[in-house]
C-alpha cells in the first residue's frame, strides 16, 4: 500500500520543470544583466539563473543570487561574474560550483555542497583560484592600470 | 638541453593564460574571509601561481598585487565595509528553515505543525520573489535507497499541500534527504519520530 503511494508520486515527478535552473536573481538594483547565449537581457528580482549564465553590473548596479544548495552569492557596481560549472544533487548534496569573477567585486556564502564537500565551490579571479572551505568571503578584481578594456 | 628547458617554461608560461592573445596585464586582487552574522569563521584557500594561502581569520585576507606577487594582509571591519558595504548588502537573504511533522500514520500534519506552516506564510511574505524547497527525511528504518524515495514522497505530498493553499507550483520544489541528515542521532534501523519530518527552506 505504502510502496504503491510511492510509486505513484515518483512518477508524478517524473518531468521538473525546473531542471535547468540552478538559482534565483533575488537582488537587483541598478543596471544588471544577464547574459545567456550571447544576449543580454535585464535581470529582473525572481529569474531563474542557469549554468553559462554571466551577470553584469553597471556603475550603481549590485545584484543577488541564491542557488539551489543555498550558496548565496552578490555583485557589486562594475563586475562581471561568470557561472562556468554547478550541479547540485539535493539528496546527497554533492555538487561542484566554479565561477569566475573576471572584474569588480563579490560576497559570497557559501551553502550545503561546501558544508558536504569542503572545496567543492571554487571562485576563479584573472590571477588566481579561490577554495571554499566555509563560509562567507569577498572577493575583489580590480582592473588592470592602463590594460585594454576588460569585457 | 638549455634549449629544451626553454621551451618547456614557455609552453607552461603559455598555459597559465587561459585566454588566447596577447598577455593581458594582471589588476591587483583581493579576497578576505568575513565573519557571519552568528560570528563563524570559515575559511577559504587562495591559490595564485604557485603560492597557496589559507585564510581562516576573520578578516584575514589575500592581496594580489600588479606584478602577480602575494602579500597576507589583515582588513579592519571599517575597510571591509568602506569597500564592500553595498555588494554585502545585495546578498539575499538567509534561508529560513521551518520543520513539519505529520499525524502518526495519518495525512495531515500535528496541531503545532500546523501553526509552523503559518509561519511559513508570514515569512513568504517578508522575501522579495520567495522560493520554497520541501525537504523530507526519515528515521534509520530502512536502508538507504527505500528511505530516499520515502522522504521524496512525504516532501512531494507536503508540496501538493502547500499548491492547494495557493504557492504557485514553480515555485516550490521537493527534495528527499532520506536518512542522510538526521535531527536526532541514533543507530541503524531504529524507529524514531522526531527524525520522521518535512524541513521547508524559504528563500
Given at each position: 500500500m505504502r510502496n504503491t503511494w510511492i510509486v505513484a508520486i515518483a512518477l508524478s515527478f517524473?518531468?521538473?520543470?525546473?531542471?535547468?535552473?540552478?538559482?534565483?536573481?533575488?537582488v537587483a538594483k541598478g543596471a544588471v544583466q544577464v547574459e545567456r547565449a550571447g544576449k543580454r537581457v535585464a535581470a529582473t528580482v525572481g529569474m531563474p539563473v542557469r549554468t553559462s549564465d554571466v551577470l553584469v553590473t553597471g556603475a550603481d548596479g549590485s545584484a543577488g543570487v541564491t542557488f539551489s544548495d543555498n550558496s548565496l552569492v552578490s555583485v557589486g557596481p562594475n563586475s562581471v561574474f561568470a557561472i562556468d560549472k554547478y550541479r547540485f544533487d539535493s539528496t546527497t548534496h554533492v555538487g561542484e560550483f566554479e565561477g569566475s569573477l573576471r572584474k569588480g567585486k563579490l560576497a559570497a556564502v557559501s551553502g550545503k555542497m561546501v558544508k558536504q564537500t569542503p572545496e567543492s565551490m571554487k571562485i576563479r579571479t584573472p590571477s588566481s583560484v579561490m577554495a571554499v572551505r566555509g563560509t562567507e568571503f569577498v572577493v575583489e578584481v580590480k582592473e588592470p592600470a592602463a590594460a585594454p578594456a576588460a569585457r | 638541453m638549455r634549449l629544451a628547458a626553454a621551451a618547456i617554461l614557455v609552453l607552461a608560461v603559455a598555459g597559465?593564460?587561459?585566454?588566447?592573445?596577447p598577455r593581458i596585464p594582471v589588476g591587483p586582487e583581493l579576497f578576505a574571509v568575513i565573519p557571519g552574522p552568528t560570528g563563524h569563521v570559515g575559511s577559504i584557500v587562495v591559490r595564485s601561481g604557485g603560492d597557496e594561502k589559507v585564510l581562516d581569520q576573520a578578516y584575514s585576507a589575500s592581496r594580489v598585487k600588479a606584478d602577480g606577487s602575494t602579500e597576507a594582509a589583515r582588513l579592519s571591519p571599517d575597510e571591509v565595509a568602506r569597500s564592500f558595504g553595498g555588494t554585502i548588502q545585495a546578498l539575499p537573504g538567509r534561508p529560513a528553515s521551518f520543520l513539519l511533522y505529520f499525524r502518526e500514520g495519518k495525512d495531515e500534519l500535528t496541531p503545532v505543525s500546523r501553526v509552523e506552516l503559518e509561519k511559513v506564510f508570514a515569512e513568504l511574505k517578508r522575501r522579495p520573489a520567495p522560493d520554497i524547497v520541501v525537504i523530507g527525511h526519515t528515521d534509520t528504518v530502512g536502508n538507504l535507497a527505500f528511505n530516499d524515495r520515502l522522504s521524496l514522497a512525504r516532501a512531494e505530498r507536503l508540496r501538493e499541500m502547500m499548491v492547494e493553499l495557493?504557492?504557485?507550483?514553480?515555485r516550490i520544489q521537493a527534495a528527499g534527504r532520506g536518512k542522510r541528515e538526521l535531527l536526532v542521532q541514533t543507530d541503524d534501523n531504529v524507529s524514531e519520530p522526531r527524525n520522521r519530518r518535512v524541513e521547508i527552506s524559504v528563500r
Open positions: 517524473a518531468a521538473p520543470a525546473l531542471a535547468n535552473d540552478i538559482g534565483q536573481v533575488k | 597559465c593564460a587561459d585566454a588566447p592573445g495557493g504557492i504557485p507550483p514553480e
